[in-house]
């Protein structure tokens, strides 16, 4: 049995229409997703890219317990998702780190939910801020923190109170492109070392391609799984010939084939900003 099942969920949200704002009566639906059917295997590192505004974040929201499906049903475990749980982790695109908190106390905070001690909470926090490597900087606060240690601090809160599903919603969109790739491959290493079910939000199609086990490409809105990539790369930390693997002919295959299935979605995606503008 798969650890995740999408199984047709739709989901729409009340809109008014622009014309007639006073008149209840013109109440129309907006349709974020549309019939979304995905499976996801315990352990597997899983990476929804799509144009934007094609509901990747509400897909994540919809896991993650955040709101609810119109129609259609979500599991974990063979059992609903019918709202949050310390089950499933989630990190977001800003940090959310609390400002008065130390980084070692941020981390501690994740896990005051579960009942441990205060010694057990900060024996775990440190296990974790040494997992991401930020050893040495429990007593920073977020302000003294570069973007990347921020965004590992949050990791590492994420995955302190040893969630099964780790959710992560564009979480290096914000940072340099040096940055970026270092925390990618930083996150390889915790999902290889952890073993975690991980399902990643991206826009980017590098970064799908560098991280994911699968794709699942979302069509232009309303989302759909247009289609599921899977992604065979051999010895993820170098190429056969001990090149950057994102210089190998697997890789620029894959992000090929995968280019090829947006390219028209963004050019629909496009389309309908421009004809909604000119509404």
Request: glycine share 10%.
């Amino acid at each position: 049995m798969a650890k995740i099942v999408f199984d047709s969920v739709t989901k729409t949200f009340p809109t008014k229409d622009r014309k007639n704002r006073r008149n209840r009566s013109n109440r129309q639906e907006f349709t974020a997703l549309d019939g979304i059917d995905l499976e996801i295997e315990a352990g597997e590192f899983v990476v929804v890219v799509g144009p934007s505004g094609c509901g990747k974040s509400t897909l994540l929201d919809l896991l993650g317990g955040l709101t609810r499906p119109t129609s259609g049903r979500i599991l974990l475990d063979g059992e609903p998702v019918t709202g949050p749980g310390l089950d499933r982790g989630i990190v977001f695109q800003q940090y959310a780190l609390l400002p008065w908190r130390t980084a070692l106390g941020n981390i501690e905070f994740g896990l005051e939910a579960t009942g441990a001690t205060r010694r057990q909470r900060t024996e775990r926090a440190r296990e974790f801020l040494d997992l991401v490597g930020l050893t040495g900087f429990e007593d920073r606060h977020p302000h003294e923190l570069s973007g990347g240690m921020r965004q590992r601090v949050a990791i590492a809160r994420s995955l302190a109170y040893d969630p099964d599903v780790l959710l992560m919603d564009e979480p290096f969109a914000a940072l340099d492109a040096q940055t970026r790739e270092s925390l990618q491959d930083e996150l390889r290493r915790i999902w290889q070392r952890t073993g975690k079910t991980i399902v990643f939000i991206t826009h980017g199609i590098e970064e799908a391609v560098y991280l994911g086990q699968k794709v699942a490409v979302i069509t232009s809105r309303p989302g759909r799984v247009k289609e599921v990539v899977r992604v065979d790369l051999g010895d993820r930390a170098t190429g056969a010939t001990g090149e950057d693997l994102r210089s190998s002919t697997e890789f620029a295959r894959h992000r090929h084939e995968i280019w090829t299935l947006l390219h028209d979605e963004v050019a629909r995606a496009r389309q309908l900003e421009k004809e909604e503008v000119a509404v």
